[in-house]
């Protein structure tokens, strides 16, 4: 139970991270300490805090939740080492995956090339869904027995809807860092294309695990389009938006934390569907013309199995090789 509420701790952490990252992006606040990894000559953790105004507030603050994150990472990963070879292996991704973005961060600011951020935003987004799914691995819902057992074709569904919705984050990225309008709008036509579909099968399995983060994604998935709808206003248009110049900078770091909200979902949503199931449990096949499947019992060859009913009498091996009585053979 203290490895799992170190995940949602970790996670959680991770959530501030990325509103932080937001912030340094949408103020300009990049470049608002020119040093790293001090802090204008100063070490991470010991600069005064009456220098954190403006964008240092931003950029030295984020630094300080990069740090309590890696701290976090390097924690969980010791918690998670005797927890069997997939959570070790798992947990050793994700303090490579934390290294790797606090040395990106760290170039950014060195190398001064805006061209990093693609690579380092996305990639803390893709580092939530693996904490997050860290936190749903060590939780009891993970134990909850799968007894119906998704189709093939709703395993695959899923994992694609995990790599559109990534693709997607990609895309974001260079709308804000490049401008690139046009190809995001086309990746949320494919979003909107493959995860509500996928959620609608999901549901339709009835899993205790499934089914209530079918529609929590579903509901994220309409939030986010509001909020991208809201970004495009504030950025794109000349419309007046209520909250002015707050609502201009709430609005798109509230929509990348939605997005890597969504990524995380999706990526847990299709660990659960693609698990063992329970050991009697049974396959949810499609029907014809329709979004969702009903559970069959496997068929089941009544003369080859050991359980078949056959009411004729059989002797037994002693019988068999004993061979006639004595009565018999006079």
Do not use: C
Request: glycine content about 12%.
């Amino acid at each position: 139970m203290l490895t799992h509420r170190l995940a949602l701790g970790t996670a959680l952490a991770t959530a501030v991270l990325i509103v932080f990252g937001g912030l340094v992006t949408n103020t300009g606040a990049a470049l608002a300490v020119p040093d790293w990894p001090d802090t204008f000559g100063h070490n991470l953790f010991l600069y005064p805090w009456s220098g954190m105004v403006g964008g240092v507030f931003y950029e030295h603050g984020h630094r300080l939740l990069g740090a309590t994150v890696g701290l976090l990472t390097l924690a969980l990963a010791a918690a998670l080492w005797r927890r069997g070879a997939t959570l070790r292996m798992l947990g050793l991704v994700a303090v490579l995956t934390v290294v790797a973005q606090g040395v990106l961060g760290g170039l950014r600011v060195v190398l001064q090339r805006d061209d990093i951020a693609l690579i380092h935003g996305p990639l803390s987004q893709a580092f939530l869904a693996l904490v997050v799914t860290l936190a749903y691995l060590t939780s009891p819902s993970a134990r909850t027995p799968l007894r119906v057992r998704a189709d093939g074709g709703l395993r695959r569904s899923a994992l694609m809807a995990v790599a559109v919705t990534y693709a997607q984050i990609v895309l974001g990225a260079l709308v804000t860092h490049a401008g690139w309008l046009w190809l995001h709008v086309g990746g949320a036509v494919a979003v909107f294309a493959v995860v509500p579909v996928v959620t609608a099968r999901a549901r339709r399995t009835g899993d205790a695990v499934a089914r209530p983060l079918a529609r929590a994604l579903l509901g994220l998935l309409g939030l986010q389009l509001a909020l991208g709808l809201g970004a495009y206003l504030a950025r794109f248009s000349s419309i007046w938006i209520p909250g002015e110049q707050v609502t201009i900078l709430v609005l798109p770091v509230v929509h990348r934390l939605v997005g890597g909200l969504l990524l995380a979902a999706t990526v847990v949503l299709a660990v659960r569907l693609n698990a063992a199931p329970a050991r009697d449990g049974v396959t949810l096949q499609r029907e014809p013309g329709g979004l969702g499947g009903s559970p069959r019992t496997p068929q089941v060859n009544r003369w080859a199995s050991p359980m078949a009913t056959d009411d004729r009498p059989r002797k037994t091996a002693v019988e068999v090789g004993r061979g006639p009585s004595r009565e018999s053979r006079l």
